[in-house]
């Protein structure tokens, strides 16, 4: 069974970078991503990372966020720059069980994925 641990998260001015991490422990995630949600709204996805390499990002983050995997260390990241007050949220990765590819239909929707973090809060004073 695989376990998540995120870390990294904290309070950066705007404009500032933070990186996150999870420590994946367990046998063979294939897809792998970031997820956050901030107060009374729904959990969006951020980035994610196919078995291949390749990855995708929420249109909102894309060219300021970039989603990597460290195989050798059991490590996803997300390193977070020009960070905005509206990326503030609980951010959460995420995988599916029994070593399942990313949904090629739905890759960042959070209902395809059934194992998470308990998560790491990153804030962004306005």
């Known amino acids: 069974q695989v376990q998540l641990v995120e870390s990294g998260g904290g309070s950066v001015e705007a404009g500032g970078s933070l990186r996150l991490s999870c420590e994946v422990s367990?046998?063979?995630?294939?897809?792998m991503a970031w997820f956050r949600q901030a107060p009374g709204k729904e959990r969006e996805g951020v980035a994610l990372?196919?078995?291949?390499?390749?990855?995708g990002y929420a249109a909102s983050v894309k060219g300021r966020f970039t989603i990597s995997k460290d195989n050798a260390k059991n490590t996803l990241y997300l390193q977070m720059n020009d960070l905005k007050p509206e990326d503030a949220a609980m951010y959460y990765c995420?995988?599916?069980?029994?070593?399942?590819?990313?949904?090629?239909?739905?890759?960042?929707?959070?209902?395809?994925?059934?194992?998470w973090g308990p998560g790491t809060q990153v804030t962004v004073p306005s």
């Open positions: 367990g046998y063979g995630s294939r897809c």
């Open positions: 995420a995988t599916r069980s029994r070593s399942r590819p990313c949904d090629p239909w739905a890759p960042l929707l959070a209902a395809r994925y059934d194992t």
């Open positions: 990372i196919y078995g291949s390499g390749e990855t």
